[in-house]
């Protein structure tokens, strides 16, 4: 083969189907459409190739097999969080279209690749959206909640959405450009290790702070003796200021993370635990 025979071949490779405007519409629809029709038996996949919907005949002009083909493989069992998450479907995409006029690249790298992804970015995911940016926007937005604002869940969903598309917008085209090298950079690096205890831990804090807020149980209950009497709310509180809240806050983590109870059933048992305490005039009740 002459040097310029390798050229063209190269060239053949390297060729680019798909444009920006392809790529991002493919983004835009997964976020729109990322939970829409989520199921047991495949979960996010039909969404994945409603994402993805454009995507065959820019890719296949012509080859209605190799079309229905690629259809079939966005419909495998796909499950992730959808925003830090979508840095597979970028990545997915990348190789489809180099697939698409390389041979060396096959079906089963494809979903290897998802399949080796998923788990992970989602733990990724819930751990900075769940555990970390949701509790933070909740303790800006419950006290005008609390007050009676009705704008507290407007001001939520603008602040989640201004924060979270963005990364999603991010993610995905990190792993549309960078391609399979680049996203396993960024897992053996140790950054994302790092993102994620740095986030769990301002997480722990905004959910103490929470507690510590919201989380409240108070005794007007006063003992006789002697001639005196002892307030018992006051003695708890010389024994640990807010230790009954905190009880109640720590058995509900232990129920719900160490016991995997259903936080139905966790609501269920707090609410017989006040009735109980109610009923026995230990806690609750009116002040004297």
Same mark, same amino acid.
């Given at each position: 083969?002459?040097?310029?025979?390798?050229?063209?071949?190269?060239?053949?490779?390297?060729?680019?189907?798909?444009?920006?405007?392809?790529?991002?519409?493919?983004?835009?629809?997964?976020?729109?459409?990322?939970?829409?029709?989520?199921?047991y038996e495949r979960l996010m996949a039909s969404a !994945?190739?409603?994402?993805?919907?454009?995507?065959?005949?820019?890719?296949?002009?012509?080859?209605?097999?190799?079309?229905?083909? #690629?259809?079939?493989?966005?419909? =495998?069992?796909?499950?992730?969080? @959808?925003? #830090?998450?979508?840095?597979?479907?970028?990545?997915?995409?990348? *190789?489809?279209?180099?697939?698409?006029?390389?041979?060396?690249?096959?079906? =089963?790298?494809?979903?290897?690749?998802?399949?080796?992804?998923?788990?992970?970015?989602?733990?990724?995911?819930?751990?900075?959206?769940?555990?970390?940016?949701?509790?933070?926007?909740?303790?800006?937005? *419950?006290?005008?909640?609390?007050?009676?604002? @009705? %704008?507290?869940?407007?001001?939520?969903?603008?602040?989640?959405?201004?924060? *979270?598309?963005?990364?999603?917008?991010? *993610?995905?085209?990190?792993?549309?450009?960078?391609?399979? =090298?680049?996203?396993?950079?960024?897992?053996?690096?140790?950054?994302?290790?790092?993102?994620?205890?740095?986030?769990?831990?301002?997480?722990?804090?905004?959910?103490?702070?929470?507690?510590?807020?919201?989380?409240? !149980?108070?005794?007007?209950?006063?003992?006789?003796?002697?001639?005196?009497?002892?307030?018992?709310?006051?003695?708890?509180?010389?024994?640990?200021?807010?230790?009954?809240?905190?009880?109640?806050?720590?058995?509900?983590?232990? %129920?719900?993370?160490?016991?995997?109870?259903?936080?139905?059933?966790?609501?269920?048992?707090?609410?017989?635990?006040?009735? %109980?305490?109610?009923?026995?005039?230990? #806690?609750?009740?009116?002040?004297?």
């Amino acid at each position: 083969m002459t040097k310029n025979d390798d050229t063209k071949a190269t060239a053949t490779i390297n060729e680019k189907h798909l444009t920006k405007k392809d790529a991002t519409l493919a983004w835009f629809k997964w976020i729109a459409l990322s939970n829409c029709n989520y199921n047991y038996e495949r979960l996010m996949a039909s969404a !994945l190739l409603s994402s993805f919907s454009h995507i065959p005949e820019k890719l296949y002009p012509g080859d209605k097999q190799k079309r229905i083909e #690629f259809m079939q493989r966005q419909m =495998e069992f796909y499950n992730t969080e @959808p925003h #830090f998450g979508c840095i597979i479907n970028g990545l997915a995409l990348s *190789m489809e279209e180099e697939m698409a006029s390389n041979p060396a690249v096959t079906p =089963e790298a494809i979903t290897a690749v998802k399949t080796g992804l998923m788990g992970p970015f989602a733990g990724i995911g819930d751990t900075l959206w769940q555990g970390t940016l949701t509790p933070i926007l909740l303790a800006i937005c *419950m006290p005008l909640a609390s007050s009676g604002n @009705p %704008l507290a869940a407007l001001l939520y969903a603008v602040l989640m959405y201004a924060i *979270m598309v963005p990364i999603s917008h991010f *993610m995905f085209f990190t792993g549309y450009n960078q391609g399979k =090298e680049g996203v396993e950079n960024m897992m053996a690096s140790g950054s994302m290790k790092r993102l994620i205890a740095t986030a769990s831990t301002m997480g722990a804090i905004v959910l103490g702070c929470l507690a510590n807020q919201y989380v409240s !149980l108070t005794s007007y209950l006063s003992i006789p003796v002697g001639e005196g009497a002892i307030d018992l709310q006051a003695t708890l509180d010389s024994i640990l200021k807010g230790g009954v809240p905190l009880a109640i806050t720590i058995l509900s983590w232990y %129920l719900l993370k160490k016991k995997n109870v259903n936080s139905t059933v966790v609501l269920l048992i707090l609410v017989a635990i006040g009735i %109980l305490l109610g009923a026995t005039g230990l #806690f609750g009740g009116v002040a004297a």
